[in-house]
């Protein structure tokens, strides 16, 4: 998600829709009712449902998404929200990581440029408009969330320690082998070589394991010099 389709008509309303979320119940799915229940009765207010889905508090059937319940802690609600806004005006963030800042025409003018006419003036202004008033609201004091991304541009997920040990019974806070970053760190973007090394040492393991049976079945072998003088005498 690049650039957001979403816009509200009222974006001065934008302090008391979110202000009502934090006083409400979280709901199984955010629907008209739902909405209409927290006192915006308006056909306009319905766009907030398109906005909360684009920042990620609500996935495609309205039910609520963990930014959702994230924001609900009063202490961080605001720097929640300015984590949804950088995800849902990603490309307008890539081109100035202060866009937060900008005023209702210059981020107009940055999306016309990133929309390049696939939307009209008018709705680039309202999308602007509501850009302007989230950012109003949000607290973006915190520093934006770098995600580590592999070679071909995707983001690396994220591996808790509590799976690295289910996984690989590993001891507490020691990362799991992962050949990528091996690759990037010590072999630049040599893959095979990495995979080769990785390998080796498996097959030396295993070597290793084989040599110790053979060993230990050789010493409960009885010796066949012994069972010789033992039968001739």
């Known amino acids: 998600m690049g650039l957001p389709d979403s816009y509200t008509l009222k974006p001065n309303a934008i302090p008391a829709y979110f202000d009502a979320l934090l006083d409400a119940q979280p709901p199984e799915r955010f629907s008209i009712k739902f909405l209409e229940n927290l006192g915006f009765t308006s056909t306009n207010d319905r766009l ?74 008018l709705v680039i202004g309202n999308i602007a408009k509501t850009f302007r008033a989230l950012c109003d609201y949000a607290d973006f004091s915190a520093p934006a969330a770098r995600v580590e991304k592999t070679d071909d541009g995707s983001p690396e997920p994220e591996v808790s320690a509590n799976q690295s040990e289910r996984e690989g019974q590993l001891p507490p806070g020691v990362a799991p082998f992962k050949p990528d970053r091996v690759n990037r760190l010590r072999f630049g973007f040599c893959t095979p070589w990495a995979t080769a090394i990785s390998r080796l040492g498996e097959v030396e393991r295993r070597c290793s394991r084989r040599t110790t049976l053979r060993a230990v079945a050789s010493r409960s072998r009885p010796s066949r010099v012994g069972s010789r003088t033992r039968s001739r005498a």
């Open 48 to 121: 907030l449902i398109g906005i909360l889905k684009e920042l990620g508090f609500l996935n495609r059937d309205g039910a609520p998404e963990p930014r959702y319940f994230d924001f609900l802690d009063r202490s961080r609600s605001k720097q929640v929200l300015a984590e949804g806004i950088r995800d849902a005006f990603s490309e307008l963030f890539a081109i100035n990581t202060k866009a937060q800042d900008l005023s209702v025409d210059d981020a107009k003018n940055k999306l016309r440029t990133l929309f390049a006419g696939k939307k009209t003036d």
